[in-house]
């Protein structure tokens, strides 16, 4: 079965630069959500998307922008990047009118910044 | 608001034998999902096993399955016959469901319990 997939799977980046994640959802998947684990943390919720249109917001810093597109692929968009915003960052994705009520989660993008 | 607390950061448990870990949340609310996901060294989250407030019967998946008391707001996983395979973090996750009470379905996530299985 296809899984959720992110890209890239690693990035390292120096202070104040700017990092772009991708996230592609489960096909026929139509909810997005972000989370991102700093070291020894649990994941913290960021933002989520549904049929494209931003649906909620957590403990996301306004350096941080994000969008799903019309394939339903969603991008999480770091500028200002501080040392503080290394940590592994998850997509998850459901399909909103399951009853399942089951996120399913990418392998993550671990972000470093130098 | 809803939290959801693991009291236990770190346990251990010899190979075979069964182990159980704890999860309370706190919540006003009544519908609502819980979870358990486990967090492997290679970082993937991995869902375990879910539990919907509405049912009574306590979920199970082989040798996973869980503890549910709705009224004291408790939600334990016990692991039978624990293999090597088990060693992971697990996070136990509490979710309202799309549209209830304005909830967009995110998790909620405790602080997690590190699981060693030993040889």
């Known amino acids: 079965a296809a899984g959720v997939i992110q890209s890239p799977r690693h990035l390292i980046k120096e202070k104040r630069e700017t990092a772009t994640l991708k996230c592609y959802p489960i096909?026929?998947?139509?909810?997005v959500y972000w989370y991102q684990q700093g070291p020894g943390q649990d994941p913290q919720f960021l933002i989520s998307f549904y049929e494209k249109m931003q649906s909620d917001k957590g403990s996301i810093p306004d350096r941080f922008s994000a969008q799903q597109f019309s394939d339903y692929h969603s991008e999480l968009n770091m500028s200002s990047l501080e040392l503080g915003d290394s940590a592994l960052y998850f997509c998850?994705?459901?399909?909103?009118?399951?009853?399942?009520?089951?996120?399913?989660f990418g392998p993550g993008t671990r972000l470093t910044v130098l | 608001a809803q939290t959801v607390t693991q009291s236990q950061p770190e346990m251990s448990v010899q190979e075979a034998e069964t182990v159980t870990l704890s999860c309370t949340y706190d919540t006003s609310e009544n519908n609502y999902y819980l979870f358990w996901y486990k967090q492997p060294p290679s970082r993937q989250m991995i869902l375990v096993i879910r539990q919907e407030a509405y049912k009574q019967q306590n979920a199970t998946e082989n040798r996973f399955s869980v503890n549910f008391q709705k009224a004291a707001k408790s939600f334990s996983l016990k692991i039978s016959d624990s293999q090597l395979g088990d060693t992971a973090m697990y996070f136990c996750a509490f979710m309202k469901p799309w549209g209830y009470g304005g909830s967009q379905g995110n998790l909620i996530f405790g602080k997690g319990t590190k699981l060693s299985v030993k040889p």
């Open positions: 998850a994705s459901r399909k909103r009118t399951s009853n399942a009520d089951t996120q399913y």
């Open positions: 096909p026929r998947h139509d909810t």
